[in-house]
């Protein structure tokens, strides 16, 4: 597969190529073409461009038919999709197969059915003449977006911005991470085959410093989406403020769990086992901080424990495989790092810690060990920041305020994670969360009407159902004098 930008309906190559390579064997998985600052302009002229062509002039309607077989497009590719996946992050075919493919795919029907389903608003009212007036609200698409998106979840998170930008009427630039491109590659094929007009999808590849930084401060771009760390949202945030466009920001957590003694011990274990350490612990939405009710603390503790230690790392394809690598060399060194301030900060490590183990052909991958701690204070630095890797650290707590109170000490408010079977317990401790989303009970359980975002340094913006709606489109106001 030959792997560059897709530009106004056609793959082209450039002089600079890059390698990329794999997280499982650190082995080169196949070179690709950067995007020119040329190539990134000719792809906004031709997102531009398309607005005014076939795209713009169509019904919804006729949109909604192109988003179905955009959908219908990746699932009959479901395989090709999930090889490429697994082989671009590292991550078990057992998880991208449930959670990244499918969700890519529900990412168009489900906004194909919303803005099929969305009605305008009207307002009746007075006029002094006694005759009345209408008023009435139009949606438009916003223009050209910019999509950038982060490299745990390519496919999953890319077209939950896509799939609402382009039901809306949109055409976009999407710049993936250089991290994982492929599929987002592919996509474009898929695009061709549905019959999305040339220039509504293009994609710029290479790396955020270059590609990215000049997409995002490209004048003719209408708004810009993105998820990724905080520190890049903010640089997103200062450069669409130039001419000032929207920006969509789904920032990095510290995500907290909190676990009362009334809980269902065994759901406790397997939802925090899967948000602690489901894709390596790269989820922005995983749990890094978990408050057990000092009761159950030690039967917590020995049962994560037992749950971590039982993780079998290995090839993506195994199917035995139930944790993967981290994406690159330089994120591992940035956890190992971590993994050392823990020890530093006088931290119990529980299990883990360190490098494992693997087998001869795996010894070049990004491997880390799933590592639980206990006995740091709250202000010790891998408490308070996030480390997006498979490891967490867990305090006691005694009473139910003093775990409202620690969970939302953090300058990140993504999602939180509540473990009782009280159900008064259960509506006041998880209203009381200072997140965007609040489980109870579960951990990543998503309905995609749902409004998705982060508080405090976690973002600006909610996404999904309506208010993706809101952020993709602009409103005019009719008002008619009767
Ligand atoms: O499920 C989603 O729609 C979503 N935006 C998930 C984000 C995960 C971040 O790593």
Redesign the pocket.
Known sequence: MKVSSFINGVYVDSEEQRNITSPVTGKLITPYSVATDAQVDEAVQAAKAALKGEWGSMSIQQRVEILYKVADGISARFDDFLEAECLDTGKPYSLARHIDIP?GAANFRVFADTIKNVADEAFHMPTPDGTGALNYTIRKPKGVIGVIG?W??PL??MT?KIGPALACGNTVVVKPSEETQLTMTMLGEVMNAAGVPKGVFNTVLGPGSRVGDKLISHPDLDAITF?GSTATGERVAEAASVGLRDASL?LGGKNPAIVFADCDMDKAIEGTMRSVFANCGQ???GTERVYVERPIFDEFVARLKTGAEALKLGKAEDPETTMGPLISASHRDKVLDYYQQAVDAGATVITGGGVPEMAEELKGGNWVEPTIWTGMAEDATPITEEIFGPCCHIAPFDTEDEAIEMANNSPYGLASSVWTENASRAHRVGGQMEVGISWINSW?L?D?RTP?GGAKQSGIGRE?GHYSLEFYTELTNVCIKL
């Open positions: 969700r982060p745990n979840l999953l998170l939950w998820t789904e989820v922005c939405l990543f998503r995609l998705f999904g």
